[in-house]
Nanobody
Framework: QVQLVESGGGLVQAGGSLRLSCEVSGRIFSKYAMGWFRQAPGKEREFVAA????????FLADSVKGRFTISRDNGKNSMYLQMNSLKPEDTAVYYC??????????????????WGQGTQVTVSS
């Protein structure tokens, strides 16, 4: 059984930073890619970032480029999202996800096979 668990969310003032983590447990028999999505109140879930198995390629949504960084450590079965210069509009539940086909660039939720339960990020103005 594959499980993803996010951590690191919380309340931060605008301009501050947070680092989200996502730990994967269970066996996945592929060099899977991973991604981060977020869902703000009253809005649809949206793509934030994706990363290939090796970490050599990353893809970020325009809204977070220059502020967020995605990375992973396969030895720890973990992925990270470093969020700097946070804005109130970054407030959302953040979800991590696994793409077993290893694309590393997909913005489509349907391309991701496993999902975490989410972690809340709240940015105050």
């Amino acid at each position: 059984q594959v499980q993803l668990v996010e951590s690191g969310g919380g309340l931060v003032q605008a301009g501050g930073s947070l680092r989200l983590s996502c730990e994967v447990s269970g066996r996945i028999f592929s060099k899977y890619a991973m991604g981060w999505f977020r869902q703000a109140p009253g809005k649809e879930r949206e793509f934030v970032a994706a990363i290939t198995w090796s970490g050599a390629s990353t893809f970020l949504a325009d809204s977070v480029k220059g502020r967020f960084t995605i990375s992973r450590d396969n030895g720890k079965n973990s992925m990270y999202l470093q969020m700097n210069s946070l804005k109130p509009e970054d407030t959302a539940v953040y979800y991590c996800a696994v793409d077993v086909l290893g694309r590393g660039y997909s913005q489509q939720q349907a391309d991701y096979n496993y999902w975490g339960q989410g972690t809340q990020v709240t940015v105050s103005s």
